[in-house]
């Protein structure tokens, strides 16, 4: 399976732990050299993990004093977001294989309904 590249793994990770609210509005982020060094990853894919986190929305950089959650995100907020692009890159993907809404919702039933995976 391929994760892509690690800064999008790290986007990722703090996208979902906001959804599940692992991380809650105003909670400081590891610094970047922190995390880099937790993670050994070089500092500046943390930054540019940091930096499209903060494009996206999602956190906000004070200068000094680093990097938090924003005030004005939430977990159900982050949940249906994630959910949504989700939900548009499988139905793009089910267009492309010419099937109908109908089948492609079966599908998502067939594997939600399957507990094998949890």
Known sequence: MDLGPIYRQIVRHVQQAIARGDLNPGDRLPSARALAQ???VNPNTIVHAYSQ???EGL???K???GTFIRSDVTPAASRHELLSAAARRYAQEARALGV???EAVRAVQEVFDDRSDA
Request: proline residues 0%; positive net charge; glycine residues 14%.
């Open 100 to 102: 109908g809404r109908a």
């Open 63 to 65: 200068r000094g004093l």
């Open 53 to 55: 986190l903060e494009r």
């Open 38 to 40: 937790q993670l050994r």
């Open 59 to 61: 956190v906000e950089t």
